[in-house]
């Protein structure tokens, strides 16, 4: 038998809100069963298979938007040190005119 969770246990185990799940399965972006029996109230039950497919996708985003980010930060520092260096370069010669 397939484990399924609760919307709150789905949210836990992504690390997003309740409502971010609620929403992800009324756009059809995570299939969900809604095991109310016709209350009024829908109870979702989402696979462990899904949310396991999800968190795997979610990860490799995250992993691709920080290699972006250090390669950016690196550039950044670059720049730094470029920045640094004219910085030095200018201080030497506001000094030299002092100087003089």
Known sequence: MKE???IK???ELLGVNRETIARWIRDGRIPAVNVSG???RPRWRIA???LDGVRRGR???LGHDAAG???RLRRVEAKMVEL???LRE???LVDERRQE
Do not use: D, P
């Open 90 to 92: 200018v201080r030497e």
């Open 59 to 61: 990860e490799r985003a």
């Open 9 to 11: 246990q789905a949210a």
């Open 48 to 50: 462990r298979a899904t």
């Open 4 to 6: 399924e969770l609760t």
């Open 69 to 71: 980010a250090v390669r």
């Open 38 to 40: 016709g209350s009024e």
């Open 84 to 86: 640094q260096a004219l």
